[in-house]
């Protein structure tokens, strides 16, 4: 299980059971840490980004309900998916081999390629990059040579995913947010008829220690210059973390904790 949690990393319990809102929100923080340039062309092949047009622009303005293909193949919901829709969660995972066009054709494709085509399928995409090489072939040895080729790729692409779920999102106890802190509890609760107004959630160990806390003057908020305290405002109040994440109630990301709100919401 910690080897399991170590992969998956502070982000798992969020693709382990996402809602669009919170997988878009997911994809900013992302994009805020920051991505090497295969990750970034592919985050703006998913989310449609235009030329001139900045990428956390086009994340904030996208769909959420165009995330539910993505959700529905973590979920297990279905096990085909789109070569772009792969590759986002191949990012999400930090599964080494990507992209996967590079780990399936090897390392002369050193960037995923930008296509507008919307929800492009992997065999199209994978048809394309074939026939360019069949074309230097002669004819009767590139009927046959495509045909094994395709059949391979989508063979290597089949088990690339099914890789990633079965070592990223293999089946684990559950946990709940109440008050102030995650509970574990049994994933059966949810069906037993569990009363919550939060989610169910994939046990993640590490964040058993998140906690909800209450803050005053006397509150130490900073070590070495670095932050100890996360907020989000909710109801025209901030709620306050001890460690930084989504906040469990809404979904938004936590921001960390500035002199200047220190000042504004709790000394005065």
């Not at 094994?148 to 709940?176: A, D, H, Q, R, T």
């Not at 994933?187 to 037993?192: G, N, P, S, Y």
């Not at 979904?251 to 904790?257: A, D, S």
Request: charged share 30%; with cysteine.
């Amino acid at each position: 299980h910690k080897l399991e949690v170590e992969k998956l990393g502070v982000y798992g319990s969020y693709l382990a059971e996402p809602t669009p809102a919170q997988l878009r929100n997911l994809c900013l923080m992302f994009c805020e840490n920051g991505l090497n340039g295969n990750d970034v062309n592919v985050f703006k092949n998913f989310f449609y980004t235009k030329k001139e047009e900045d990428l956390k622009r086009s994340i904030t303005n996208f769909e959420v309900e165009k995330l539910k293909p993505v959700i529905h193949f973590l979920k297990d919901k279905t096990s085909k998916t789109s070569a772009v829709n792969l590759e986002l969660v191949a990012v999400l995972v930090n599964f080494e081999q990507r992209p996967l066009v590079k780990f399936l054709k090897g390392e002369q494709f050193s960037e995923i390629k930008n296509s507008s085509t919307k929800n492009e399928e992997i065999i199209s995409f994978v048809n394309v990059e074939i026939e360019k090489k069949a074309e230097k072939t002669r004819r009767t040895f590139y009927k046959k040579s495509l045909f094994l080729k395709i059949l391979l790729s989508i063979v290597l692409l089949f088990f690339s995913g099914y890789f990633i779920k079965k070592e990223f999102f293999p089946k684990k106890e559950c946990m709940l947010w109440q008050i102030d802190h995650y509970i574990p509890i049994n994933c059966d609760a949810e069906k037993i008829g569990f009363a919550s107004i939060n989610d169910v959630m994939i046990l993640e160990e590490h964040l058993l220690d998140f906690k909800k806390v209450e803050v005053n003057k006397k509150t130490i908020f900073f070590k070495n210059e670095k932050p100890l305290i996360w907020y989000c405002k909710r109801n025209n109040k901030l709620d306050f973390f001890n460690a930084p994440g989504f906040h469990p109630e809404n979904g938004k990301p936590l921001k960390p904790i500035t002199q200047y709100m220190i000042n504004k919401w709790v000394k005065n």
